[in-house]
């Protein structure tokens, strides 16, 4: 029994070895189906430049591109942005579970979801957030928020950052190629308990699907994929 798992090791040991001298050697790179610039308007929607901070910046790539709105109508605001990866994925790309804790966010559930958007439906991932914030009398304030995120890439789209990966894998062992890929983030605040006529959960996530339905048409130059 011993002799046959060693002969069984070996011969998993020589094939992924000699599956290097198989792998292709000039790995093209394709670019995100993506326009980088967002609009100015999103149906009734006007788009304002945000900043992007210096922090941002020295924390991803030197490759990594921005492109960051606030779009406003009435006393509603919808933030989107995409980000643009570099040659290098693992600097370039953070999904929000990572940053959102960094910047004090709790996300306290996380979902897989549709949106129609175009003639195809979009597959995003969906989370629920929520931060504390000192209030005027001594006592603090629960914020909360919607954020929907996906990835596109040269002719993929994905709600998963493990898929994106094991896309990557396929792609570069079996097509020699490598998908640019970015990053969209659509979120808005869940108003309803501090300002007059706030919106709550249900209500906001209403408004940020139909805002989604009109974005992506608009940024997006390669239809969603089919999801799960």
């Given at each position: 029994m011993t002799i046959?798992?060693?002969?069984?090791?070996?011969?998993?040991?020589?094939?992924?070895?000699?599956?290097?001298?198989?792998?292709?050697?000039?790995?093209?790179?394709?670019?995100?189906?993506?326009?980088?610039?967002l609009p100015e308007f999103v149906g009734s929607w006007q788009g304002k430049d945000q900043a992007i901070s210096q922090g941002e910046r020295?924390?991803?790539?030197?490759?990594?591109?921005?492109?960051?709105?606030?779009?406003?109508?009435?006393?509603?605001?919808?933030f989107a942005s995409i980000v643009l990866s570099g040659p290098d994925m693992n600097t370039s790309i953070h999904r929000p579970e990572r940053c959102l804790p960094a910047q004090g966010w709790t996300i306290s559930s996380s979902e897989k979801t549709s949106i129609q958007a175009g003639e195809r439906n979009l597959y995003a991932t969906r989370l629920h957030n929520l931060?504390?914030?000192?209030?005027?009398?001594?006592?603090s304030l629960?914020?909360?928020?919607?954020?929907?995120?996906?990835f596109v890439g040269h002719s993929d789209v994905t709600?998963?950052?493990?898929?994106?990966?094991?896309?990557?894998?396929?792609d570069r062992v079996l097509r020699g190629r490598n998908?640019?890929?970015?990053?969209?983030?659509?979120?808005?605040?869940?108003?309803?308990?501090?300002?007059?006529?706030?919106?709550d959960e249900h209500q906001a996530d209403?408004?940020?699907?139909?805002f989604i339905k009109d974005f992506v048409p608009l940024v997006q130059r390669v239809s969603p994929t089919p999801g799960p």
């Amino acid at each position: 029994m011993t002799i046959k798992r060693l002969l069984s090791l070996q011969v998993i040991l020589l094939g992924g070895l000699g599956s290097v001298f198989i792998l292709p050697k000039d790995i093209r790179i394709q670019p995100a189906s993506i326009d980088l610039a967002l609009p100015e308007f999103v149906g009734s929607w006007q788009g304002k430049d945000q900043a992007i901070s210096q922090g941002e910046r020295d924390i991803l790539g030197a490759d990594t591109q921005f492109s960051r709105k606030v779009y406003s109508r009435g006393t509603d605001e919808i933030f989107a942005s995409i980000v643009l990866s570099g040659p290098d994925m693992n600097t370039s790309i953070h999904r929000p579970e990572r940053c959102l804790p960094a910047q004090g966010w709790t996300i306290s559930s996380s979902e897989k979801t549709s949106i129609q958007a175009g003639e195809r439906n979009l597959y995003a991932t969906r989370l629920h957030n929520l931060r504390s914030i000192p209030s005027t009398n001594g006592g603090s304030l629960t914020i909360k928020s919607l954020t929907y995120y996906w990835f596109v890439g040269h002719s993929d789209v994905t709600a998963s950052h493990y898929e994106r990966t094991w896309i990557d894998i396929r792609d570069r062992v079996l097509r020699g190629r490598n998908q640019q890929w970015a990053y969209v983030t659509v979120a808005s605040n869940i108003t309803k308990d501090f300002r007059i006529f706030g919106r709550d959960e249900h209500q906001a996530d209403d408004l940020m699907r139909e805002f989604i339905k009109d974005f992506v048409p608009l940024v997006q130059r390669v239809s969603p994929t089919p999801g799960p």
